[in-house]
C-alpha cells in the first residue's frame, strides 16, 4: 500500500488529504486563524468550581470556559503546582526544573475544592477541541508529542509503546531512556522508535526539553492571563509526525513557504526520503488535479455509495452517529439472500472504516448491518470491521453485532466532525428560483475583466469557473479565452474549477488573494 499527501494552503484555510492506494482516507481543513488547538498550553486562571461535577471552568479566552475535571488533574498535581508558584514569584531567574521538589501524590477520590481555588493561576493544556456547545477539555498533565518520544514534565516513568513485541528491544529502548531523559521527566516511547539510533532518540529529547523550558520561560513573563505560553506545530507537521512512513510515495504542497517547513521537518525525521516532498506549480488546483475534489464531493454528504448499488446514511446527532446500510437496486446473489446479506455488509465495513477515518467521527457510532442468520456470518463481519479498524490512529473499541443487529462503536473524539458541505447552493440566484439568462454570463464575465484591467489598473489576474463553462470559453481556435488575452493581456488567466457550481466565478490576484466581484444580492 502506498500513500500521498496533498496539501492545499489557501489565504483564509489550509486543507490535508491523505490517500492510500489513490483512494481519499483522510481529509483535515482548518481556518488559518483557528486556534485552540489540540496540544496548545495556557496560563490561565481557574474561573468557577463546580464542586457537584468535581470539576472547574477555567478561562483559556475561548467564548466558552474549558472545562478542567479533577481527574485530569494529574496524581503529581501538588508538585507542579508548588513549581509554578516558584516560577510565578521571581519574574527574573527562572528557578531550575531540576531541583523542583516531588510532593504527596494527590488522592484519587478527592475533591477539587480543597485542591483548586478560585483565581488561582494553573498551567494547562488541551487535550479535546470546542465541540458544538461545549468549550474545550483540558488537563493538568501536560506532554509534548515527538516523532518518537513523549515527554511528560513531573512524571519518573519510562513507558514503552506496546506495539513493540521484541523483549529485547523494549529492554534496549528502556535503558537509553533512562540513561539519557532529564531529572523529574517522564519519558513514552513511541512504536515509530523500533530500532532508531541513540543519537537521534537524543536529539529529540532534546528538542523537547527545549521546549518545555521555552513554555516554562513564557509562563514566568507572562503579564496576563490567559497566556498561550506553547503552541502545538501546525496541522500540516503535527499530521506527518503522526502519520510519516516510509511508504509515502509523495507529499505534494501547493505553497512555497509551507513547502520549505515540510521540507525542514522531513530532514530532520528521515534525511534519506526528502525527495519525496514536492512544490505543485500547476495552473489546476491541487485537489482537482490529483482528482481529490471529487473524491471529497462523493465521500461526504448523507448518502455515500460504494459498491454494487449498495450505500450507507449516515447522520449525526449530539449524542452519536447513526449508519444504516442498504442493498440499493443491487442485484440479488445466486448463492441466496444471506450470502448477499453478507456480501453487502462486508463492503460497508470497507466503506464505513473509511468513513470514520474520512470525517473523523469520534463519540458513539451505532450503526444498523443487513440482518444475518448465521452466528458465524456475524462473527466473519465482526473479525472484518475489526481488521479494517487496524489502520486508524484514533483509540477505538467495536462489540460485536447484538441480537438487533446493530454494531456499537467507540472512537476517540478529539475535535469536531469534519462535515463538509457538498450541495451547492445557487449563486446566481440567491434562492429566489430566477436568474438572467445564462447567454448573458460571457458577457457578465467580460465586463468584468474590463473593470479589474481598464478602470482598476490589476492586469494580472486568474479567473476560476465551472469545467463546463471553461469548456465553453475554450471552445474553437478563435475562443473567448483567446481574444480576452488578445484584449486584456496574456494576464488574464482562466482556470477550471471543481469546487464552483455551475454559473459560479472567482478572481484571484496574482498573490492568491480574492478579489471581490460577485454580483450585489437583491432585497425584495
Known amino acids: 500500500m502506498t500513500s500521498e499527501l496533498f496539501i492545499d494552503v489557501q489565504p483564509k484555510k489550509i486543507a490535508i488529504a491523505l490517500t492510500e492506494d489513490k483512494k481519499l482516507v483522510e481529509y483535515q481543513e482548518e481556518e488559518q486563524s483557528a486556534s485552540f488547538s489540540v496540544g496548545n498550553i495556557y496560563l490561565a486562571k481557574v474561573r468557577k468550581l463546580m464542586p457537584g461535577l468535581n470539576a472547574c471552568f477555567v478561562n483559556v479566552g475561548h467564548e466558552r470556559d474549558a472545562f ?31 531541583k523542583a521538589t516531588f510532593q504527596n501524590e494527590l488522592e484519587k477520590n478527592g475533591s477539587v475544592q480543597n485542591v483548586l481555588q478560585q483565581g488561582q493561576e494553573v498551567l494547562v493544556q488541551i487535550v479535546k477541541e470546542p465541540i458544538s456547545t461545549k468549550g474545550p477539555r483540558l488537563t493538568c498533565e501536560i506532554s509534548f508529542p515527538g516523532r518518537y518520544l513523549v515527554l511528560i514534565p513531573f512524571d519518573d516513568k519510562v513507558s514503552i509503546s506496546t506495539k ?13 531512556i533512562q540513561s539519557i531523559k532529564p531529572h523529574n521527566c517522564g519519558v513514552i516511547v513511541r512504536t515509530v522508535a523500533e530500532g532508531k539510533r541513540v543519537a537521534e532518540i537524543d536529539t529529540e529529547l532534546k528538542v523537547l526539553t527545549k521546549r518545555w523550558e521555552e513554555c516554562l520561560r513564557l ?74 475534489t ?20 449516515i447522520e449525526h446527532t449530539e449524542a452519536l452517529h447513526v449508519v444504516d446500510v442498504n442493498s440499493g437496486n443491487r442485484a440479488k446473489s445466486s448463492n441466496g439472500q444471506e450470502a448477499n446479506a453478507l456480501e453487502v455488509n462486508l463492503g460497508a465495513a470497507d466503506e464505513l472504516a473509511r468513513q470514520l477515518r474520512l470525517r473523523d467521527m469520534g463519540g ?96 494580472h489576474f486568474n479567473l476560476y469557473v465551472h469545467p463546463y463553462v471553461y469548456a465553453f470559453l475554450c471552445r474553437g481556435i478563435f475562443s473567448l479565452k483567446r481574444k480576452w488575452q488578445w484584449k486584456y493581456g496574456l494576464g488574464v488567466k482562466v482556470i477550471p474549477s471543481q469546487k464552483l457550481a455551475f454559473l459560479e466565478y472567482q478572481f484571484m490576484d496574482a498573490d492568491g488573494q480574492e478579489i471581490d466581484m460577485k454580483e450585489e444580492v437583491e432585497i425584495r
Not at 223 to 233: R, W
Open 364 to 459: 458513539i457510532i451505532v450503526v444498523d448491518f443487513i440482518d444475518m442468520k448465521l452466528a458465524e456470518d456475524r462473527q466473519k463481519l465482526y473479525e472484518h470491521m475489526c481488521e479494517n479498524m487496524k489502520r486508524d490512529r484514533a483509540r477505538h473499541n467495536i462489540l460485536p453485532l447484538s441480537k438487533f443487529g446493530l454494531m456499537q462503536i467507540t472512537r476517540q473524539r478529539v475535535r469536531p466532525v469534519m462535515d463538509v458541505q457538498v450541495e451547492e447552493s445557487c449563486p446566481t440566484c440567491h434562492g429566489t428560483g430566477k436568474i438572467k439568462s445564462s447567454f448573458l454570463f460571457e458577457s457578465v464575465l467580460e465586463g468584468k475583466i474590463k473593470l479589474l484591467n481598464k478602470k482598476l489598473g490589476i492586469k
Open 219 to 292: 509562563a514566568q513573563k507572562a503579564k496576563t492571563q490567559p497566556t498561550l505560553v506553547y503552541e502545538e506545530t501546525s496541522r500540516t507537521v503535527g499530521m506527518l509526525r503522526d502519520l510519516f512512513n516510509p511508504s509515502y510515495e509523495n507529499i505534494y504542497v501547493n505553497k512555497e513557504d509551507v513547502f520549505n517547513e515540510v521540507k525542514d521537518y522531513v530532514s530532520l525525521i528521515a534525511p534519506d526520503r526528502l525527495s519525496v516532498v514536492k512544490l505543485y506549480k500547476g495552473n489546476l488546483p491541487i485537489f482537482d488535479n490529483f482528482d481529490i
Open 294 to 313: 471529487r473524491q471529497i464531493k462523493s465521500g461526504f454528504g448523507r448518502t455515500v455509495s460504494y459498491k454494487h448499488g449498495a450505500y450507507l446514511i
Open 164 to 176: 513493540i513485541k521484541s523483549a529485547e528491544e523494549r529492554s534496549r529502548l528502556k535503558q537509553i
Open 68 to 98: 478542567l475535571h479533577y481527574l485530569d488533574l494529574g496524581s503529581q498535581f501538588n508538585s507542579y503546582a508548588k513549581y509554578l508558584k516558584q516560577v510565578l514569584n521571581d519574574k527574573k531567574n527562572l528557578y531550575p526544573f531540576e
